[in-house]
């Protein structure tokens, strides 16, 4: 059934050549954008029936026909743009001949026009086509909104067809792409250098992941996808760029779920002279402004429950919040001390026993399945042990907890910042130990990086960075319970053979 409509669709483009001369170009120019034109006489000072008129302002357009009909001698369309549609009247009195050629019109070409803009009795914007210019066909028909397209999959796979269909998509992104804008512009305004570091590393550092691996034919070397771009960040600290930022993609091999795609979108940043308080405080100014910016509001809606981004937010220490929850559980006192004790409850309270194989290892675990999902409302939890923590800097006076911490709203982790570890003999001795539970077996351990510590010999100032997850902020602001939908392309398994009917 689909191929017969496109070659009917193809028919009527080989008719093209001859009904629209000079259609299928390779440029048209417009006046402006659709947005741009719905903005002017449709915003704040809406432009009267009476203004169009007396102006008789000429436009050219061009977009996506989305809706057409045909009613003996006038026609009624939209056009589509990026999200904006416009309404256009097509006349047979005004166009003649032009008119009867519409019918080689389907819904999905693109077309450009141009005329006067007017109001319709109802007050619709629109435009009174004067010529039309075919600009390129769409052969196969558009599904239908409401009956098309419904497979959340074929979405993803086929995310252009989503976007030319469904307009909350669109708007979707559209909110995500302007919260990236504002948090740019936030950045550069409080005295931030955007730069860019490498994607491809030798050694996959900066994080607790496990990574990507390929190779460089020509220099015969393993190289890996980036985890985290924190130590050549860092590097950039050292070298005398004092505030920098760098919002791009990082690639993890793990496993795929609402709030996790393998590739994934972050910003980190690097303040000097600074300590982990002083980002918790940058960062509530920062988000608070971002939403309230793109959403209107300092208070949204994510899956039915309110969350407000009015600073101040709370702060809840690591073990505290653990272990009131391991007590809420009746796990017994003290009970995760030893490996008995550990490999008891571990499974008995849904943790990952591989996860929880030390006492402070367990705690981080035990906050992360009992903890983690309760923490709708923003929550900076702090004061993370030091055995996972092995690029942060102690708190002063402590040998087991670093000034670190991470925030939660929603659920979900979304910045995770402290303050930089700048001794390189300390940093060594971590390195060494990250290498000891990767030769025990924890794939996600740190490998030991001589040259980041020789450039913390020259000296890194007193430093503070974090990571901002652009992902889960965008399904905080778009209300959307799947990464998937805030990220165009996500990644899929493979589908099987498929045959078109």
Known sequence: MEEELVSQRKAKLAAWKDAFPGSDPDRYETTAAIAGILEKHDGAKKSSAEALASAEEKIRVAGRLVAFRKMGKLAFAHLS????????????????EAYDKLSLLDLGDWIGVEGALFRTR?????????????????????????HGLQD?????????????????????????FRAVEAIRRFMINSGYVEVETPMLHSLAGGAAARPFVTHHNALDMTLYMRIAPELFLKRLVVGGLTRVFEINR???????????????????????YSCASDLIAFTERMLSQVVTEVCGAAEITYQGRRISFVPPWPRLPLREAAKKALGERHVPDGAWLNR????????????????ASTPEKFLVEAFE????????QPTFITDYPVEVSPLSRLKPGSDDT????????????????????????????RFKAQMEQKAQGDEEAMPYDEDYCAALEYGLPPTAGEGLGIDRLAMLITDT???RDVILFPHLKQPGPQSRD
């Not at 609402?258 to 972050?266: A, Q, R, V």
């Not at 004790?341 to 591989?354: N, T």
């Not at 399945?369 to 709708?376: A, D, G, N, Q």
């Open 152 to 176: 959340v999959e074929q979405r993803y796979r086929q995310r252009y067809l989503d976007l030319a269909i469904n307009r909350e998509s669109l708007e979707r992104f559209q909110r995500r």
């Open 340 to 355: 008995e004790g550990r490999e008891e409850w571990a499974p008995r309270l849904g943790m990952s026993p591989a996860k």
């Open 81 to 96: 743009e990026s999200g904006a549609r416009l309404q256009l009247l097509f006349e047979k009195r005004a166009l003649g």
């Open 481 to 483: 319970p799947s990464i």
């Open 250 to 272: 990082n690639f993890r091999n793990e496993g795929l779920d609402t709030s996790h795609n393998p590739e994934f979108t972050m910003m980190e940043f690097y303040q000097a």
């Open 402 to 429: 670093v000034d670190r911490f991470e925030l939660f709203i929603g659920g979900m982790e979304l910045c995770n910042g402290f303050s930089e570890l700048n001794d390189p003999d300390d940093q060594r001795a």
């Open 122 to 146: 109802t007050g619709e914007l629109t435009v009174k086509v004067e010529s039309y210019l075919p600009l390129r066909k769409c052969l196969r028909p558009l599904p239908e909104k409401w």
């Open 369 to 376: 399945t009992l903890v983690e999902p309760e923490l709708w």
